[in-house]
Nanobody, 126 residues
Framework: QIQVAESGGQLVQAGGSLTLSCETT????????TAWFRQEPGKERQFVAA????????VYADSVKGRFTISRDTAKNTMYLQMKMLKPEDSGVYYCAAGSGIILSSMATSRSYTSWGQGTQVTVSS
């Protein structure tokens, strides 16, 4: 079972940049997918971006395309989310998730993922 742990959340001004990290442990192969979701109080968890470790295929939510970049470093077992031109509506708790056997059309679906981190808070001030 893959475990994930995210870090890097902090307070940042609108228009600024921030990079989140997600360390993965317990994996023995690259045939899995990791993703970022975010959640604001009282709202449902929203998909942000996902990446397949084998091949590097990526998927993004429309709201972050052109501003966020998801990547992974297989040597460091770590996934990253580079966020630029941040907006107040990007605020929330960002969760890292991992799962295996996820088809492309399901990469943006939260129930596709079986392992979740504790979350890291990102606050974008206006």
């Amino acid at each position: 079972q893959i475990q994930v742990a995210e870090s890097g959340g902090q307070l940042v001004q609108a228009g600024g940049s921030l990079t989140l990290s997600c360390e993965t442990t317990g994996r023995t192969y690259n045939h899995f997918t990791t993703a970022w979701f975010r959640q604001e109080p009282g709202k449902e968890r929203q998909f942000v971006a996902a990446i397949r470790w084998s091949g590097g295929h990526t998927v993004y939510a429309d709201s972050v395309k052109g501003r966020f970049t998801i990547s992974r470093d297989t040597a460091k077992n770590t996934m990253y989310l580079q966020m630029k031109m941040l907006k107040p509506e990007d605020s929330g708790v960002y969760y890292c998730a991992a799962g295996s056997g996820i088809i492309l059309s399901s990469m943006a679906t939260s129930r596709s993922y079986t392992s979740w981190g504790q979350g890291t808070q990102v606050t974008v001030s206006s």
